[in-house]
């Protein structure tokens, strides 16, 4: 991370060529715009061209815009107040909702360029193939999105299962086989025994999909890593950042695992949806049943009329 990276732009602008200073301009005016857009987007609004672009952020010391843009997500969750990176205490309502919107946009925008599509494309095939995958998380979050992809893994017709204690998972572990996959997600990425189930699972030959950031000890281990950096929050250690940001993954991998699969994908779903829209409790058009109520449901008709005149 550049400690003053917005310093270093406002120094840089003053003798930019032209082209180059208009890039410059822009990010000074708005830099989580700058985070949300992409090459060709940053081009058509600062009337320059992509390689005008990679050739400002070497200009800065970075290797392209990916990398430009992660350091100055780092020096923006170093601004704001306690409360937000980008929000200060006196801002009315209206500017929290816009920074934090903008903020989060930012975040889910992040996920395409941070994603390695060759290995993303292999850990699809993976777990689209194996007799058996498990989700590990760590901690309240992970587990919350480990439940949620067994849920829409489950759907799709592949056998999966979500493990939230820790020794269920070493057990869990125990019991997978070579061409079984297993999921872990975790923003920190360091917690040892999540790190134990997972050695013991890839010591059965199965393969980890690693959900977390670059550089962590989950990281090293894993077969196929969907490494994710985000700015740290102000408030909690894992913050909205990193829920969206996997969310984001979950859906993509939901995706492409269901292109993958093929008809029967698509046909289990359309059948889950089915069941659901006639059956489902929260539907407006099913009925909830009581026993008080003679038009709904089973209310003691045997076929020979109403219960109570059948008794009297």
């Known amino acids: 991370m550049t400690p003053c990276l917005l310093q270093k732009i406002a120094a840089l602008r003053g003798h930019a060529p032209a082209t180059r200073r208009a890039i410059l301009e822009l990010i000074l005016e708005d830099p989580d715009r700058v985070l949300q857009e992409s090459f060709e987007q940053l081009a058509e609004r600062s009337r320059s061209s992509v390689p005008t672009i990679m050739r400002t952020c070497r200009d800065l010391g970075f290797a392209g815009l990916r990398e430009f843009k992660l350091a100055l997500a780092q020096e923006l969750a170093l601004g704001g107040s306690p409360l937000h990176r980008r929000v200060s205490i006196e801002d009315a309502t209206d500017a929290v909702v816009d920074k934090i919107a903008r903020s989060a946009a930012a975040s889910v925008s992040g996920v395409r360029g941070q994603l390695d599509v060759p290995v993303l494309d292999a850990a699809v095939a993976a777990i689209a193939a194996a007799p058996h995958v498990d989700l590990y998380g760590a901690g309240a979050t992970s587990w919350f999105m480990a439940c949620d992809l067994q849920a829409r893994l489950f759907r799709l017709g592949l056998s999966a299962t979500a493990w939230a204690d820790y020794h269920l998972q070493q057990v869990a572990g125990a019991a997978q086989r070579p061409g079984g996959v297993v999921i872990a997600i975790s923003h920190v990425g360091g917690m040892p025994s ?18 977390t950031r670059p550089g962590t000890a989950l990281a090293a281990r894993a077969d196929f890593l969907l490494g994710l950096s985000v700015p740290d929050d102000a408030v909690m250690h894992v913050g909205i950042d990193a829920y969206l940001t996997h969310l984001t993954a979950i859906e993509i991998l939901t995706v492409l695992v269901a292109q993958r699969r093929g008809a029967s994908a698509v046909q289990r779903l359309q059948r889950t949806r089915e069941a659901f829209r006639r059956h489902g409790i929260d539907t407006a058009v099913h009925p909830l049943q009581s026993w008080d109520d003679p038009d709904s449901g089973d209310n003691g008709d045997n076929g020979d009329g109403d219960a109570k005149g059948a008794a009297a």
């Open 194 to 211: 999540l790190l134990d189930a997972v050695d013991i699972a890839r010591a059965q030959g199965a393969r980890l999909v690693a959900l």
